[in-house]
């Protein structure tokens, strides 16, 4: 943790708010490959036992390939459940579960456990910090039609301006249903 922390010092981000932005695993699905570390072949001493039972349920070997919820209690919900989860040991990943185990992080854990509003307010505020982080303007970056790959036509990744408005025009039609 302290080495995670020294880093995120050095891109303007702190332990606030990587206890804040790690709250953004209440929604989502984890693959058991991304955690079955935690349960074979020795089961991790913090996992809580019957949050560790029903991961084998779902995983019941090494290299599994399925998936489960990120929370446990509200799948579905943006909501700080995912930090009561971690109260109860319930982490679907290492780095999730140590943020209540680390000494540094524990109190913000604790206090976004109790206080949604909180959590809220802080997760808005990170966000804008990381999303400061390298910003590309001009022609340096593109609008990506696919958030997880780059755009055909580019040349390591960029576009020409006039591509790239094409691109977002095309996107917000896309959007819009034209």
């Known amino acids: 943790m302290p080495s995670l922390l020294a880093?995120?010092?050095?891109?303007?981000?702190?332990?606030?708010?990587?206890?804040?932005?790690?709250?953004?695993?209440?929604?989502?699905?984890?693959?058991?490959?991304?955690?079955?570390?935690?349960?074979?072949?020795?089961?991790?001493?913090?996992?809580?036992?019957?949050?560790?039972?029903?991961?084998?349920?779902?995983?019941?070997?090494?290299?599994?390939?399925?998936?489960?919820?990120?929370?446990?209690?509200?799948?579905n919900a943006f909501d700080n459940k995912y930090y009561v989860n971690l109260l109860n040991r319930q982490g679907l990943f290492t780095s999730d579960q140590d943020l209540y185990t680390n000494a540094a992080t524990r109190p913000l854990v604790e206090r976004f456990a109790s206080s949604q509003q909180d959590f809220f307010n802080q997760f808005g505020v990170s966000m804008v910090k990381m999303g400061q982080i390298k910003v590309l303007t001009g022609n340096q970056g593109q609008v990506r039609r696919n958030c997880s790959a780059r755009n055909?036509?580019?040349?390591d990744g960029h576009l020409s301006w006039s591509s790239l408005a094409q691109t977002v025009g095309e996107a917000a039609a896309e959007s819009l249903g034209f």
Not at 15 to 43: M, Q, W, Y
Not at 152 to 155: A, E, F, I, L, R
């Open 7 to 75: 880093v995120l010092r050095s891109i303007n981000l702190d332990a606030t708010d990587l206890v804040a932005l790690s709250g953004g695993h209440t929604v989502g699905l984890g693959h058991c490959t991304s955690f079955d570390d935690r349960l074979f072949p020795r089961p991790d001493p913090t996992m809580n036992p019957d949050f560790l039972g029903k991961l084998k349920q779902t995983c019941p070997a090494k290299g599994t390939d399925r998936r489960t919820a990120l929370d446990v209690r509200t799948p």
């Open 152 to 155: 055909p036509g580019t040349v």
